[in-house]
C-alpha cells in the first residue's frame, strides 16, 4: 500500500517558498522498517516511467541481494558509482557529478540516510541530493521513518536501538510528494523469514531484536501518523498560498526549551520542536550559564546543542544565570518572550545538603511561572547501539 502526500511543505512557510524555488522536483519513498518495499516500488515506478518516454536513471540503488529487487533495474540505465580509496579499501559512493554530466530528467538514489566516506565534497546524502536539485534534476529517493531527526528518541525508546544516520526534519519539506510505501508486521516478518530482506542467517537475531511484532507495529503506527499529519499540513499550506495568507501569517505561540549540556538536551530540544510544528509556534532554546569558565567539553557540547537548535529553526539563546539562580532566569526569559509553553528536563536527585536545600529549577518554574504549561521529560535510559 503506498499513500502519497503532494505539494506545499511541513514545517513552516519558508520551507514551502524554498521547495517551489527549487528547480528540481524532490520525491520520498517513506517505510516503516527494511523490507517494506520502498526500492522496489521506486524502481517499479522508475520502469513505468521510462516505458512512457521519460528520461530516468539510476544514480545509486542498494538492492541488499534482494534478487525481485534486482530484477527491476534490468531496463534502466545506471550511473557507475564513485570510486574513493581510503587506507586500502574502495568504498562505492553516489557519483554527484556523473549525475550532472548525464543531465537526466529524473534520477533515482537510494539510501537517504545514508553518511558519505571522507574525501567526498558533502557530508552526507540529503546534501548531495540539495545539490543535486539545485542544478534542475528531479530527485526521487527513499528512506525509513526512524531516520528522522525528530524521531531519534521516539525509536529508540520503541525498540532499543539507537538510529546513528539521520535526516533533518527541513530536508522533508523540499519533497513535492511523500509517499508512504507500507506493509504489515505479519507480512515483514514473513519476507525475513523467506530471506527477502536479509541473508538466512541473520532471520534469528533480527526477529528476537528490531523484528519484533511489537516494534514493527508501533514503527508503523509512527509512519502512518507522520504521513497523515504530513498531508494536513501539506493541504493547509497550499490553502494559505492561494489564498495569499501565507505571506502575513505568524506563528500564535511561542515555545521555550531549557537545555544544559547533558546529552539528554537533545532529546528535549526534538520533543520541543515536534510540539512547536504541531502547534505552528515559533520556537526557542535557552541554556542558562553559570559563572564558572566553560571546559572544553562543555564548549563543544554548546555547540553541537545550538546546530542542532538551528537544525529545527529555533533561536537559540544563551543567558547567564542572575543571583537569584537558574529558575528565576528561566522565569525572566519565559516571560520577557511571552512563552505560552515550556519544556524542561526531569532534574536530576541533588548529591549534597546545601543542593537539596537549594532545590531544583523545575520546582521554582512550578512556583513561579503560573502563565506557562510546563512539560517536564524524563531523563532517557541507556540504549545499546
Known amino acids: 500500500m503506498s499513500i502519497c502526500a503532494s505539494s506545499g511543505g511541513k514545517n513552516n512557510m519558508e520551507a514551502g517558498e524554498k521547495e517551489m524555488a527549487r528547480k528540481g522536483r524532490l520525491t520520498i519513498y517513506v517505510g516503516a522498517a527494511p523490507g517494506v518495499g520502498k526500492t522496489y516500488k521506486m524502481l517499479q515506478d522508475a520502469n513505468d516511467w521510462l516505458a512512457r518516454g521519460m528520461d530516468v536513471v539510476i544514480g545509486l540503488v542498494e538492492t541488499h541481494g534482494r534478487p525481485d529487487t534486482a530484477a527491476q533495474i534490468d531496463n534502466l540505465e545506471t550511473i557507475p558509482k564513485r570510486l574513493i580509496l581510503i587506507e586500502g579499501r574502495t568504498y562505492e559512493e553516489l557519483d554527484v557529478e556523473g549525475i550532472l554530466k548525464r543531465n537526466p530528467k529524473i534520477v533515482l538514489i537510494d539510501e537517504l540516510a545514508h553518511t558519505n566516506v571522507p574525501g567526498c565534497e558533502r557530508e552526507k546524502r540529503y546534501q548531495d541530493i540539495e545539490y543535486i536539485l539545485e542544478h534542475g534534476i528531479n530527485v526521487v529517493t527513499a528512506v525509513n521513518i526512524q531516520h528522522l531527526e525528530s524521531l531519534r528518541d521516539k525509536v529508540e525508546h520503541i525498540t532499543g536501538v539507537r538510529v546513528r544516520e539521520r535526516v533533518p526534519d527541513w530536508f522533508m519539506d523540499l519533497a513535492r510528494e511523500v509517499k508512504l510505501i507500507d506493509v504489515s508486521p505479519e507480512t515483514l516478518q514473513q519476507r525475513l523469514v523467506e530471506g527477502k530482506i536479509y541473508s538466512l542467517d541473520k532471520v534469528d537475531r533480527a526477529l528476537d531484536n528490531f523484528f519484533r511484532i511489537g516494534n514493527l507495529s508501533a514503527l508503523r503506527e509512527i509512519a502512518l501518523l507522520e504521513v497523515a499529519d504530513d498531508v494536513d499540513q ?152
Open 234 to 385: 501539506r493541504l493547509d499550506q497550499q490553502r494559505l498560498r492561494e489564498t495569499g495568507q501565507h505571506k502575513s501569517r505568524k506563528p500564535k505561540e511561542n515555545i521555550l526549551v531549557c537545555v544544559n549540556y547533558r546529552p539528554h538536551s537533545e532529546k528535549l530540544i526534538r520533543r520541543g520542536w515536534r510540539i512547536a510544528d504541531r502547534h505552528k509556534a515559533k520556537l526557542y532554546v535557552l541554556v542558562v550559564l553559570s559563572d564558572e569558565e566553560m571546559t572544553e567539553d562543555e564548549q563543544k557540547d554548546l555547540q553541537r546543542i545550538k546546530e542542532l537548535s538551528e537544525q529545527f529553526d529555533a533561536t537559540f539563546i544563551t543567558q547567564k544565570a542572575n543571583e537569584r539562580g537558574v529558575g528565576d532566569t528561566i522565569v525572566e526569559v519565559a516571560k520577557e518572550l511571552r512563552v505560552s509553553q515550556l519544556v524542561i528536563g526531569q532534574p536530576l536527585p541533588a548529591r549534597t545538603w546545601i543542593g537539596k536545600l537549594q532545590g531544583n529549577p523545575v520546582d521554582y518554574v512550578l512556583e513561579n511561572a503560573e502563565f506557562v504549561d510546563l512539560y517536564v521529560v524524563s531523563n532517557s535510559r541507556e540504549l545499546r547501539c
